[in-house]
């Protein structure tokens, strides 16, 4: 069985897990947000149960929220009753809790996933009432129990391991782009970002004449960036590639770009690495710390530089140019992101899901 939060971060980890146990009958327990439509893609079983956060919100949504996960907990132990999972994998959020506690009544295992390096509240709790807790890196360590953890790496969807045996000119020729040409991608999630999307935007004109940019807006902001495509010359409009989302291109994006620019999220710790993508983050301010210490693991280690988010309308389209005009820079930075790739990470959490079954 698995359980995760809402965003493509949490989801897609699960997924990328549950294809290599080949043998496994799951069923996806979630809330009503966007991981019903990501389950879907994938025709896995989906059961919606209520919850609600209790850390961060006032008094007036805390109580609606307690109510809640009490309904959830109710919820959950039924369909725990009704499906008798051998274990639960789990990447946490709100939603996962009633779960938790559900499934330690019904004494069935849970392996917790961080992918992540910093634990929200909720993966802390989890970690007690876990029988193993796996990571993206081994940074997660000091947060839980030595005799429960271990680093696997973040799980990558088989398409994006495939995606990176491509040739660069095989996936560029994918979004019409000749080989020789250099590539900038530009995404910021699903939804989009848009002070990340508007300090591209504004510099356009600037940027293109350097290089392509495949750009991924996000659904929330696609009407505003295909207006300012649609205002550049046709020049400068053949060598912008925008698109709301992708999905199953993603791969190929990733490995077609000499550049990566977005935020840093989870899955940047997986996919970012595995193509050896040298990178500029910028990370969602509001995420409590979580995409700073994840942009913080990859700058540290060489792989990526940081541009705050209140200052990419200033400081982004620089930082881009001096990046493209340093080949060995990039080079360097491919190298160190490259040396933290994890491509076996699904297997490795695979493992761990086995060895607690066998053990229970």
Sequence with gaps: ML???GTGGHV??????????????CLYIGGAGIEKELIARES???????????????????????????????????????????????????????????AALQRIPLVVYLPDIEPALSVRFLGWLATKVAASVDASRHYFAAHKFVATGYPLRQALLLA????????????????AERVVLVFGGSRGARNL?????????????????????????????????????????????????LHGEMGAALRAADLVVSRSGASTLGELPLFGAPSILVP???????????????????????????????????????????????????????????????????RVVQSVITHN
């Design 197 to 245: 999307n508007r300090a591209l935007v504004a510099n356009l004109e600037r940027l293109l004449p350097l290089a392509h940019f495949i750009h991924i807006s996000g659904q929330g902001e696609w009407d505003e960036v295909r207006a300012a495509r649609d205002r550049l010359p046709a020049a400068l409009q053949a060598r912008y590639h925008v698109y709301p989302y």
């Design 164 to 179: 990176a045996q491509q040739s660069q000119a095989e996936a560029r020729a994918a979004f019409g782009i000749a080989g």
């Design 284 to 350: 969602y301010p509001y995420a409590w710390r979580y995409q700073k210490v994840n942009a913080e693991f990859l700058a540290q280690r060489g792989a990526a530089l940081i541009v705050r988010d209140e200052d990419a309308q200033r400081e982004l389209a620089p930082a881009v140019e001096r990046l493209l005009s340093d080949d060995a820079q990039r080079k360097q930075m491919s190298a160190a992101a490259q040396a933290l790739a994890r491509p076996d990470a699904a297997a490795a959490i695979g």
């Design 3 to 5: 359980c995760g939060g």
């Design 12 to 25: 897609y980890p699960l997924l990328a897990v549950r294809s290599v146990l080949t043998e496994a009958n």
């Design 44 to 102: 896995v079983p989906y059961q919606a149960i209520s919850g609600g956060g209790l850390h961060g919100v006032g008094i007036g949504s805390a109580l609606p929220n307690a109510l809640k996960l009490i309904a959830g907990l109710i919820q959950a132990f039924n369909v725990l009753r009704v499906f008798r999972p051998h274990a639960i994998l789990s990447t946490g959020g709100f939603i996962t809790v009633p779960v938790a506690f559900a």
